[in-house]
C-alpha cells in the first residue's frame, strides 16, 4: 500500500454563472466539487495507474466530508485524521459571458496539538502495511516546520522509502533524514549533494526532468512536440512526482523512472487527470541521457 500525506488539503468549488455583475447576486448555472492537494492529485495518479494507495493526512468540517466523498467518487481510499476547523475551500467562478476566473481562497486551518498527536499515531498505524509514503505540499498554520522530517524519520525506521515534495524550511528538515527522493518545489532549493541526505534528487529542467543519483545525473525530455505538459504547472509537477513512486517501491532503473514519469507528465489534461492513451503513445517519445558526472 502507498500512503500519500496531504497536511493542506483544499476542496475546490467551481461556479459557472451565465455573466458575473460585481456588487449583484449573482445566480450560478453550474457547480462542481474536487478535491484539491499535491499527495490527492498523486494519489489520483497512482490509483489510475493500479496501484494500491490510500489519502492520508488532515481533514475536517464539511469541506472535510465533501474531499472524502470526492474522493470515493474516483476510487481513491481515504484514511484522514479529523480535525475541528474547516479544511479550507478555494472558489473559483466562472463569468461565461467574458470566460474570466475569479477565484477566492480560504486561509489554511490551525492544527492543534492534540489533532497533531493524533496525526502521529494515525501515521505510524499505516506505516505498518506501507510499501512507500509521499509527504509532499503546503503546511497548515500550527503545524511545526519539522514535521516531514519527523515523518521521514518514522517511515526510515519502519524500512519505508519516503518521496518527499517540499520546499523551505520544511524541506532543509526533511533532507536530512534520509528520504528515498526527493523534489524540491522552489529553485534552487535542493541540498548540495547526496551524501549523508536524499538517495536521490529531482528537478524540473528545461521541459524536462532531471535526477541526480549516486550513479550520476540523467536527464529525460519528451520528443514530442504534441504532449501536454507545462513543465511549469502544478499539474504537471503532481503527475512527476506521482510518476517516480512505482519505480521506486519496485526498484526500477532511473531510465525506466524518468520515462514513466515524464511521459505521464506530457499526458495530463487540463482537468489534471491523465489520458492513458496519450500516455502510451508519449513512452517511446521520451529520450533519457546519462548517467553523467554530476558538478
Do not use: K
Not at 484522514?80 to 479550507?88: C, G, P, Y
Not at 466562472?94 to 502521529?120: C, H, K, M, N, Q
Amino acid at each position: 500500500m502507498i500512503v500519500t500525506v496531504t497536511l493542506n488539503p483544499t476542496l475546490r468549488v467551481e461556479y459557472d454563472a451565465e455573466r458575473v455583475v460585481p456588487g449583484s447576486l449573482n445566480r450560478v448555472r453550474r457547480v462542481g466539487y474536487r478535491a484539491g492537494g499535491r499527495g490527492l492529485a498523486v494519489a489520483r495518479h497512482l490509483q489510475t495507474f493500479g496501484h494500491d494507495v490510500v489519502a492520508a493526512g488532515l481533514a475536517g468540517g464539511s469541506a472535510g466530508e465533501l474531499i472524502r466523498a470526492e474522493l470515493a467518487r474516483v476510487g481513491v481510499a481515504t484514511q484522514f485524521t479529523r480535525i475541528s476547523a474547516e479544511s479550507r475551500r478555494v472558489v473559483s467562478v466562472a463569468d461565461g459571458s467574458d470566460g474570466r476566473v475569479t477565484g477566492f481562497a480560504e486561509p489554511a486551518p490551525y492544527i492543534t496539538t492534540e489533532e497533531l498527536g493524533r496525526l502521529a499515531v494515525d501515521y505510524l498505524a499505516m506505516l505498518e502495511g506501507a510499501t512507500a509514503v509521499v509527504l509532499c505540499g503546503s503546511l497548515p498554520a500550527g503545524m511545526p516546520e519539522e514535521i516531514y522530517g519527523s515523518f521521514t524519520s518514522y517511515a526510515a525506521g519502519a524500512g519505508v522509502p519516503v518521496i518527499l515534495e517540499a520546499g523551505g524550511s520544511a524541506l532543509r528538515h526533511a533532507a536530512a533524514r534520509g528520504p528515498a527522493l526527493i523534489i524540491p518545489d522552489e529553485a534552487g532549493a535542493a541540498p548540495a549533494g547526496l551524501p549523508g541526505g536524499p538517495a536521490a534528487i529531482v528537478s524540473m529542467t528545461g521541459g524536462g526532468v532531471r535526477a541526480l543519483t549516486p550513479a550520476g545525473a540523467w536527464t529525460a525530455r519528451c520528443r514530442s512536440t504534441s504532449g501536454r505538459g507545462d513543465f511549469d504547472s502544478e499539474a504537471v509537477r503532481d503527475a512527476v512526482v506521482a510518476g517516480f513512486v512505482p519505480g521506486i517501491v519496485l526498484g526500477w532503473s532511473w531510465p525506466d523512472m524518468l520515462r514513466h514519469a515524464v511521459a505521464l507528465a506530457a499526458s495530463v489534461l487540463p482537468s489534471g487527470d491523465a489520458d492513458l492513451a496519450a500516455y502510451e503513445l508519449m513512452l517511446a517519445e521520451v529520450a533519457v541521457t546519462g548517467p553523467d558526472a554530476i558538478d
